[in-house]
């Protein structure tokens, strides 16, 4: 059974750093893309990031580039999100995310062309 377990959440002051985690299990990231997604109270969900693992294609929103930064670890089976330069703008519940039949990284991001998601971890930037 295919399964995303996000962890990394937590709260960090404005300027500050986090790094998110997404656990698969049950397949190999190897034939998938992975993406992740935030939704804020009240707003759509946003993604975020997104990258194809077998060829390492990468797409950022606009309001993340240059802070952001999405990368794997084959032998653990994990996509991370590393988060800099973080504003109170980022607070969100973060969800990963993975589509096998994607058409692009960008459009995956732009169309939530999404299978499977994970259960969501929480990032707050307040001071």
């Known amino acids: 059974q295919l399964q995303l377990v996000e962890s990394g959440g937590g709260l960090v002051q404005p300027g500050g750093s986090l790094r998110l985690s997404c656990e698969a299990s049950?397949?190999?990231?190897?034939?998938?893309?992975i993406g992740w997604f935030r939704q804020a109270p009240g707003k759509e969900h946003e993604g975020v990031s997104c990258?194809?693992?077998?060829?390492?294609?990468?797409y950022y929103a606009d309001s993340v580039k240059g802070r952001f930064a999405i990368f794997r670890d084959n032998a653990k089976n994990t996509v991370y999100l590393q988060m800099n330069s973080l504003k109170p703008e980022d607070t969100a519940v973060y969800y990963c995310a993975a589509d096998a039949a994607y058409t692009s990284v960008q459009n995956m991001c732009l169309y939530r062309e999404v299978d499977s998601w994970g259960q969501g971890t929480q990032v707050t930037v307040s001071s």
């Open positions: 049950g397949f190999s990231l190897d034939d998938f893309a």
């Open positions: 990258m194809s693992v077998s060829d390492g294609n990468t």
